[in-house]
């Protein structure tokens, strides 16, 4: 089959920023921003936003904040929102901040897990079983993450099949789909497509998602190669924002800007409104005090990347 009838003619975004963007920020910010971050996301159209995590606050402070996030939005909106849980002390806070989606993250390097959640890999999967288990008794949705996909800070190289492992015990256990982790940005489209390939011949394809940061500048490439796989859900940061607070010098997520501006220019749907988008990565970049490192946001603001 020819990549062009393989690629998409709609693509979900998931809008990570609240999260993944503001988890490791240097800049001080509030409770009150990060919940109008969220509400502008969603005005912009996303059906899709990670509001936040219930972690441990000694290990991401930033986060600390996450229920009084989820308070601030009714029934409805919530239903758009999902949440990071490590174990079943988070998921309580799941549960009680009225979450309606969780996401457990797991990875594909051992040395990763244990610097990101303190435990092999294998450990992970038990605590995410009972966490499993409880989301699914309540009708909760659970996202799955696999890290280090392309490349890992600790261990280095990763192997297709390890991503493939994990992605399948992910979906055994009850996600509804896996994002597939570039946590430190590493990967190129030959590569991202070759470990797509191998994921999607032991898990469904449909059900995959992509997730680049951008320290080398490949995030666009690579989801462009993702797409012609055929994978259909993309995640990404407004204003670019982001870094895993345990992968050491990795950059912010795509930015949601420039895979909407991409999409666009590719005709593929996407339903997020641009203009709305640009006016929220200017609204977060200036209760930030930062510049804009999006090159679509950069353009259209009229700032010069940083
Ligand atoms: P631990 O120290 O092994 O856990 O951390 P523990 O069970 O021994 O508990 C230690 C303390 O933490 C105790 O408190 C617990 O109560 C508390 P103390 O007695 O010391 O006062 N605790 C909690 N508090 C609040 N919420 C909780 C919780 N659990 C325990 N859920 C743990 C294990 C998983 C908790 C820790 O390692 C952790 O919180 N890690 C989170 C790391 C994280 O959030 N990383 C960033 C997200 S992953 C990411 O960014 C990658 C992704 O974007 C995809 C990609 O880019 O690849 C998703
Ligand atoms: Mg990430």
Known sequence: MSDAMTRPDRVRIVEVGPRDGLQNESAEFTTATRI???????????????????????????????????????????????????????????????????????????????????????????????????????????????????????????????????????????????????TIGVGTPLKARAMIEAVAASSPLERLAVHFHDTYGQALVNIYAALDTGVRVVDSSVAGLGGCPYAPGAAGNVATEDVVYLLDGMGIEHGVDFDALIDTARFILDALGKSPVSRVSAARLGRCAA
């Open 36 to 182: 109008e971050l969220v509400r502008r996301l969603l005005d912009c159209g996303l059906s899709h936003v990670e509001a936040g995590s219930f972690v441990s606050p000694k290990w991401v402070p930033k986060m600390a904040d996450t229920a009084e996030v989820m308070a601030a939005f009714d029934d409805d909106a919530r239903e758009r929102l999902s949440v990071l849980v490590p174990n079943l002390r988070g998921m309580e806070g799941a549960i009680a901040a009225g979450a309606t989606e969780i996401a457990i993250f797991g990875a594909a390097s051992e040395a990763f897990s244990q610097k990101n959640i303190n435990c092999s890999i294998d450990e992970s999967l038990e605590r995410f079983r009972p966490v499993c288990e409880a989301a699914k008794s309540r009708g909760m949705r659970i996202r799955g993450y696999v890290s280090c996909v392309l490349g890992c800070p600790y261990q280095g190289e990763v192997e297709p099949a390890a991503v493939a492992d994990i992605t399948a015990k992910l979906f055994a256990m009850g996600c509804y789909e896996v994002s597939l982790g570039d």
